[in-house]
């Protein structure tokens, strides 16, 4: 079936603004994690869901950054007030299960998200 | 402190010689390590984790623990393999975050 989509695909917002981005795993998987890959570095680790609870949160730089998964599928990554360094390609990834021995990471295509 | 260190933002070589992106860690435990890649205009995809001692696309890769490296190698290059590749470490005892280096950008010239 189809992979991992997340939309939108590009967002610009102006400073300030809130914007929210959303993930559709595949369905079926337990573990979903959200990253955030500035430009010339690799993903950075924000968040880790298990179904609906977000156990690890660690990787939000900041209390503006919010992310949900209520119904243990589709995910939202919140950002309020968003600053210049907000800009960035947030990438949005699942599993099957939580063992990273066993189950791969699947990532979607990103959302690149330029705050003017 | 976790780190995943990538020294080489570029890697150039010919097609039909030998590979290797280097890939060092440090992390106070025993870390499961992967090697993500990345082709052009497509998404990241696991293509090894040390775990599975396994050889994908003539790829390999060893965990080496005394020098805390986890360097990928190919020994003939091709030009399809030409991508981004990451470096990825995950922490075994209770936690969920994934640790990526920078990357290094392979390219194989014909």
């Known amino acids: 079936g189809a992979g991992v989509s997340q939309s939108p695909r590009y967002k610009v917002a102006k400073r300030g603004q809130d914007v929210a981005l959303r993930c559709d795993p595949i369905s079926g998987h337990v573990s979903l994690f959200w990253y955030q890959q500035a430009l010339g570095q690799g993903p950075e680790f924000l968040t880790y869901f298990q179904n609906e609870a977000q156990l690890d949160k660690s990787g939000l730089p900041s209390d503006r950054f919010f992310a949900e998964r209520p119904e243990g599928s589709v995910s939202t990554l919140k950002i309020q007030r968003t600053q210049q360094e907000d800009s960035a390609v947030y990438l949005c990834?699942?599993?099957?299960?939580?063992?990273?021995?066993?189950?791969?990471?699947?990532f979607g295509p990103g959302t690149r998200l330029t705050v003017t | 402190a976790q780190r995943v260190t990538q020294p080489e933002k570029l890697l150039s070589v010919f097609k039909g010689a030998p590979v290797e992106l280097k890939c060092n860690y440090s992390y106070s435990g025993s870390p499961e390590l992967f090697w993500y890649v990345q082709y052009s205009r497509q998404r990241l995809q696991l293509l090894l984790r040390h775990i599975s001692r396994e050889s994908i696309k003539g790829f390999t890769a060893d965990l080496n623990k005394g020098e805390t490296s986890f360097h990928l190698k190919k020994p003939f290059a091709q030009e399809e393999d030409s991508a981004m590749y990451y470096c990825a470490l995950k922490g075994t005892s209770g936690t969920y975050k994934y640790i990526f280096g920078t990357g290094t950008r392979l390219k194989v010239l014909a």
């Open positions: 990834a699942s599993s099957l299960g939580t063992r990273p021995q066993t189950y791969e990471q699947y």
